[in-house]
Structures are given as C-alpha cells and as structure tokens.
C-alpha cells in the first residue's frame, strides 16, 4: 500500500519580510531589497505551482509601512506599478486570477488604475490565485467589514462570523492553511488576522530575496508534520 499524500496547504499567505536587511547586508539601499524581493516572487509562486499549490497571498504593504521614510513609500509604489503592469501578461496567459487586498482608496490612482485593470482582465481565471496585500492591515479590514455591513443596512446586532466573513476584502476566498514568514520574526504584523485563526505558522529566518523553491519545501514538510487539531481532539 502506498503512503497517503502528505497534506498540502490550500493556501499560503507570505508575509515577505527582510528586503531592508538584505540590502543592508550588501552595503545597498532599502529600495535594492524591495527590488531584489519583487524577483523572488516568480520562482516561489512557479515552485508552489508545481507542489500543487495554486493560492498565495503575499503581504506587500501594511497599512503601519506608510510611517516608513517617504523615499522608500515613493519606491515601493513605484516598484508595484512597475511590476503589475510587466507581470499581468504572462499571470492572465497562466490563469492566474489577481486580486489586491487593502485600503485602496488611499493608494494613487495610477496604482489603482492598474490594479482595477488586472482584477477586471483576469477575473475569470480558475487555474490559479494571486493576492497581493498592498496597504494592507487586518484590523482595518475588519473595521472596513463592519462599516460595509452597516451601511447595506445588515442588522449588526445580529451579525455572525459568515457575515462579517462574507464583507471582508478576502470573501470567497479559502482561509489561509499556512502562513510563512521571512527574516526571523515571530509575529504577524497584522496580516490576515481574522483568516489566519487556524493557519500554521512557519517562521524562516531567510531573508525574502534569498528565499527559493527550497525553503518553500522546507516550509511545506513543515506544514506536512503539522497536526491540526482545530479545537478538536486528536483523531
Ligand atoms: C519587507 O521587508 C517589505 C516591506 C515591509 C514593504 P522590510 O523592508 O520590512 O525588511 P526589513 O525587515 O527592514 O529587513
Ligand atoms: C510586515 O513586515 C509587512 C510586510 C511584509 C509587508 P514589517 O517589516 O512591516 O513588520 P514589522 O514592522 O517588523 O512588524
Ligand atoms: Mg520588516
């Protein structure tokens, strides 16, 4: 008898952290890193493909980076324009449906232009997910889900966590079963707070620029030895 499958998660989020440090490490810019990190993104998402993982969602930009220095904001929302409007082509030609998460009526609106434009073009696609998290907070998300449910006129008094699931900026889409984070740190910044309630956590302390096809493995064994219990009792 063959051995079962080893259990894949049906969705990863990302919190890509360790860009700054990276360049730090090379006498380069904080903007170097971010560059450096955009790059990283491909390979990890071919890699997860091939796993059979067809959902990501990366943590770009938290609703907190606005307090970062003006010159690395201004670089970074260069750096998503840039990298949205080169990558949409070859996302939609794979199927990949883009979607963006966050506050995005305080992002510019060349920026929101071109993400409307890539969610509108690849909204039909089934083969694969890729959400970016830009001005993004989970706290803000659920303040944003309250505020939405409350002026479609929903009964707040009688809200349930379908409801208040169904108005967060991820509705429809499946709870994240692994949350990865870069550089070392144990926490999770405010990335997917209410998704996240059961996610497993794998911390690696690779820098996002240097992180491959194999930490991805190494995080996916991980996830695999995982016993998830759910509130439950063991099975
Ligand atoms: C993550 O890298 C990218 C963003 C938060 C935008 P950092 O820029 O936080 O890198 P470190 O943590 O300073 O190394
Ligand atoms: C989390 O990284 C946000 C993103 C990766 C976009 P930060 O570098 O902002 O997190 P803290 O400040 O170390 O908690
Ligand atoms: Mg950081």
Redesign the pocket.
């Given at each position: 008898m063959s051995a079962a499958p080893a259990a894949l998660p049906r969705h990863i989020g990302i919190?890509?952290?360790g860009n700054?440090r990276w360049a730090r490490q090379r006498g380069l810019q904080r903007p170097d890193g971010h560059r450096a990190g955009i790059e990283t993104i491909r390979p990890v998402m071919e890699a997860a493909d091939r796993a059979g993982v067809h959902h990501l969602s990366l943590?770009?930009?938290?609703t907190?980076?606005w307090s970062r220095p003006a010159a690395e904001v201004a670089a970074l929302m260069r750096l998503f324009e840039e990298t949205l409007a080169r990558e949409v082509d070859e996302l939609h030609a794979n199927g990949v449906r883009i979607r963006v998460i966050g506050r995005r009526q305080e992002l510019s609106p060349s920026l929101t232009r071109l993400i409307d434009a890539a969610e509108r073009r690849t909204a039909g696609n089934r083969t694969g997910m890729l959400c970016v998290?830009i001005n993004y907070g989970g706290r803000a998300e659920i303040v944003d889900a309250v505020r939405r449910l409350a002026s479609a006129g929903h009964d707040l008094a009688h809200v349930d966590e379908a409801a208040l699931a169904g108005a967060l900026y991820t509705a429809g889409m499946p709870d994240p079963d692994l949350i990865i984070r870069t550089a070392g740190?144990r926490?999770t910044?405010n990335?997917l707070l209410w998704q996240a309630a059961y996610a497993e956590l794998h911390v690696t302390p690779t820098l996002w620029p240097d992180f491959g096809a194999h930490d991805l493995e190494v995080a996916l064994q991980d996830f695999a030895a995982r016993q998830r219990r759910f509130g439950g009792v063991d099975g």
């Amino acid at each position: 008898m063959s051995a079962a499958p080893a259990a894949l998660p049906r969705h990863i989020g990302i919190i890509m952290d360790g860009n700054g440090r990276w360049a730090r490490q090379r006498g380069l810019q904080r903007p170097d890193g971010h560059r450096a990190g955009i790059e990283t993104i491909r390979p990890v998402m071919e890699a997860a493909d091939r796993a059979g993982v067809h959902h990501l969602s990366l943590y770009a930009f938290s609703t907190e980076n606005w307090s970062r220095p003006a010159a690395e904001v201004a670089a970074l929302m260069r750096l998503f324009e840039e990298t949205l409007a080169r990558e949409v082509d070859e996302l939609h030609a794979n199927g990949v449906r883009i979607r963006v998460i966050g506050r995005r009526q305080e992002l510019s609106p060349s920026l929101t232009r071109l993400i409307d434009a890539a969610e509108r073009r690849t909204a039909g696609n089934r083969t694969g997910m890729l959400c970016v998290a830009i001005n993004y907070g989970g706290r803000a998300e659920i303040v944003d889900a309250v505020r939405r449910l409350a002026s479609a006129g929903h009964d707040l008094a009688h809200v349930d966590e379908a409801a208040l699931a169904g108005a967060l900026y991820t509705a429809g889409m499946p709870d994240p079963d692994l949350i990865i984070r870069t550089a070392g740190e144990r926490r999770t910044s405010n990335f997917l707070l209410w998704q996240a309630a059961y996610a497993e956590l794998h911390v690696t302390p690779t820098l996002w620029p240097d992180f491959g096809a194999h930490d991805l493995e190494v995080a996916l064994q991980d996830f695999a030895a995982r016993q998830r219990r759910f509130g439950g009792v063991d099975g």
